[in-house]
């Protein structure tokens, strides 16, 4: 009788830690967390300050401290209204002009005026996240297919490798920016 419950204790116990072992919840893998697009947002402001956008895509206001980024025209490009002084083009070649406002470039390609990047349909208002991905990473004037190049001082082939992820939170948060209407010169060939 004794060895009946002893063998009987030992059946139990083995199957408690049986059991115990084999309901254990298993380790789930976490599934990496989709930013909410308030989060994105922040991120994209963050990324386009630190990659200097504002430098070139937005009229400056002068101060004490120099020029800023006038906070009315944030990412709005060259002001349309503004025509831009005339140079001495003798200088082209060797240098490359900028404005003011760093709003204008003139180098050896001709002039460039810096894009309307804000939410309105004069920027970039009216794109997708893909046209937004083909300018950026592959420099396609518009995102499209078959369109010319950016033009310099655009950075672009420094942005060719940036993650989707960072591109799409830069994209949301230039959606979410002020509109500002202003129809940005064309470029003039050399």
């Known amino acids: 009788m004794k060895t009946t419950k002893l063998n009987s204790i030992q059946i139990l116990f083995g199957a408690l830690i049986l059991v115990s072992s084999c309901g254990s ?3 789930k893998t976490a599934e990496p967390k989709q930013p ?9 402001e963050y990324l386009v300050g630190i990659m200097g956008c504002n430098d ?6 002068f101060g004490p401290a120099g020029p800023s980024p006038d906070p009315n025209l944030l990412l709005s490009g060259h002001p349309a209204s503004m025509p831009i002084a005339k140079f001495d ?6 240098w490359v002009l900028f404005n003011p406002h760093n ?3 003139v180098g050896p390609w001709g002039v ?3 894009a309307n990047l804000t939410s309105d349909a004069t920027g970039i208002g009216n794109w997708t996240l893909e046209q937004f991905k083909k300018a950026i990473k592959e420099g396609k004037y518009k995102g499209m297919d078959g369109a ?5 001082p655009m950075p672009w082939p420094n942005y060719k490798n940036i993650t989707d992820e960072d591109a799409s939170a830069i994209f949301e948060y230039l959606k979410s920016t002020k509109p500002v209407e202003n129809v940005v010169p064309a470029p003039v060939s050399k």
């Open 89 to 94: 083009t003798t200088m082209i070649g060797p």
């Open 25 to 27: 919840p298993t380790e």
């Open 103 to 105: 709003t204008v470039a």
């Open 36 to 44: 909410s697009k308030e989060e994105q947002v922040k991120r994209g």
């Open 112 to 114: 460039t005026y810096a």
């Open 148 to 152: 010319r190049m950016l033009l310099p």
């Open 56 to 61: 070139c895509h937005s009229p400056k206001i």
